[in-house]
């Protein structure tokens, strides 16, 4: 029953529809659980793949994997088809695309550290403001020494290196204390105990492989199995925010086109918002702003309009909101809000009507042509074509061997980077050899320990092991003196044993 330029919502007094040429005005599906909301994000979803717009959609408890299956036959949606009028109701596949940040029921999602940013990362692990500017700082020296951020091992590597030379760096870019970076590379482990070492890597994620189509012209659903990823919600909100920004940064300006280019559907969009700092809320107030002149609609679905900020909540033009119940103030409050989001129905009392909608009923307003948000009406959600629920293990692997993207992102790449760089410098100073007038020094050295004048008692053990490590250390100190007389001794070293080293000898030497 969809119409060139419309996706059927629903039945109401007249049907409902989402025009197409202001589905980028962003959306908002809001109801309490167990009201129908996931039902209706795969109506929509469906009715944007028909009609040529690829859908990215995160998939919480596993039901959306469903709509790459054939519907199958149920009394109560036959019911509600005819109840609505829908006379050619039929069941439908849609072409899905698995994904899965942690590889285990899709291909591969992953990022570069690159890519994610200081802000992100630091929202990511909750770091306090002197630890994002010593993450700060880690940035900015691997872009100046040309150093690549790839995973969590070169992000390490680097806090590491940084803590290392923290006296130096101090008077260009202000104090880091070894115990902030120690606290980041804390909060680093925690993250990869979490899956995020299986987030951060390459090949990462191409955002043009969310825009595919099929040869008949419908539009891929890429389904982001979520279920295990709702554990880390701090994962999953800033997963969610660095694809809007990858999206921003990638697509050209094209207006109000005819059609979006592509349709994001956020399911426990409080996610988002919840503890984030204003600067972060202001990013994604800015993004959501922005991005639907990139053709892109974002939709957030959530159990709460409050959930989710003024500023953000008004660039959601499309809205669709199920039942909510009005036990407690917060919950009354809720429902107050919802109601005056809604241009007013003569007909019934907005207010009383969202705690009276029975499941699979909801008060739909979408932008027509003009851009002016419709009457609220009481509709009937349309019932889905594709099967409702999830796919089985033998469904999905399928689903996963047959995908455009089968093999593309699956072996995980592991190039040089920041980590192997630092390794090779610190291997490159401890191999490096001591130029020829520093020749002889660590043999003056080591004599205090050989057999020189007044040395006639033979060396014990400890003696002679304190001998050959001090002759070792000192011809490379005297090497690196030699080579730079401003540089420290434990610097020269060029890596944490080499310092530990010299400073147990020397001290040693200067307590005898």
Do not use: C
Not at 477 to 482: F, P
């Amino acid at each position: 029953m969809d119409e060139d330029g419309r996706i059927f919502i629903g039945g109401a007094e007249t049907p409902q529809f989402l025009d197409l040429r202001r589905a980028n005005r962003h959306g908002l599906i809001t109801g309490a659980t167990g009201t129908g909301k996931t039902v209706t994000l795969q109506v929509l979803a469906e009715g944007f793949s028909n009609a040529g717009v690829p859908v990215f959609v995160t998939d919480i408890k596993g039901d959306l994997s469903g709509i790459a299956a054939q519907g199958e036959p149920r009394d109560f949606l036959a019911a509600r088809a005819a109840a609505i009028g829908m006379a050619h109701y039929a069941h439908d596949r849609f072409p899905a695309v698995p994904l899965d940040l942690f590889g285990d029921q899709g291909h591969p999602v992953r990022a570069t550290v690159s890519e994610m940013g200081p802000l992100l990362l630091a929202r990511l692990m909750n770091l306090t403001d002197a630890q994002e500017g010593a993450l700060n700082i880690a940035f900015r020296i691997a872009d100046e020494q040309g150093m690549l951020l790839l995973d969590l091992k070169d992000l390490q590597a680097m806090l590491t290196h940084i803590a290392e030379d923290a006296s130096a760096l101090t008077t260009r870019y202000g104090n880091v204390s070894k115990a902030t970076v120690g606290a980041i590379q804390r909060r680093l482990l925690v993250l990869e105990q979490q899956g995020g070492d299986r987030f951060f890597g390459e090949p990462a994620f191409e955002i043009g492989d969310l825009m595919r189509t099929t040869r008949d012209g419908r539009g891929y659903v890429s389904v982001l199995a979520a279920d295990r990823l709702m554990q880390s919600p701090r994962l999953y909100a800033t997963f969610l925010l660095w694809l809007l920004s990858e999206l921003f940064e990638a697509l050209p300006e094209v207006g109000d086109p005819e059609r979006p280019k592509l349709v994001f559907f956020f399911d426990e969009a409080h996610l988002l918002f919840d503890e984030a700092p204003e600067a972060l809320v202001d990013k994604v107030e800015q993004v959501v702003r922005l991005i639907r002149s990139k053709g892109v609609g974002v939709y957030f679905v959530t159990q709460n309009p409050l959930d989710v900020p003024d500023t953000v909540s008004a660039q959601l033009g499309n809205r669709i909101q199920h039942a909510l119940r009005a036990y407690t103030p917060r919950e009354q409050k809720a429902v107050r809000a919802a109601a005056e989001t809604f241009r007013p129905n003569p007909a019934f009392k907005t207010v009383e009507v969202i705690g009276e909608l029975e499941v699979g009923e909801a008060l739909v307003s979408t932008l027509d042509g003009k851009g002016v948000p419709s009457m609220v009406q009481r509709t009937l959600i349309r019932p889905p074509a594709a099967r409702l629920g999830t796919l089985s293990p033998t469904e999905r692997r399928g689903l996963i061997d047959n995908s455009p993207l089968a093999d593309h992102y699956d072996t995980p790449v592991d190039r040089e980077s920041a980590f192997e760089m630092l390794q090779q410098r610190a291997a490159a100073a401890l191999t490096e050899e001591p130029p020829a007038e520093a020749a002889g020094i660590g043999d003056f050295l080591g004599s205090i320990f050989g057999t020189g004048a007044g040395r006639s008692r033979p060396l014990t053990t400890g003696q002679r092991v304190a001998r050959d490590v001090t002759r070792t250390v000192a011809n490379r100190v005297a090497g690196q003196v030699a080579a730079n007389v401003g540089r420290s001794v434990a610097g020269s070293m060029g890596s944490s044993i080499g310092r530990a080293l010299v400073r147990g000898v020397l001290g040693s030497m200067l307590r005898r």
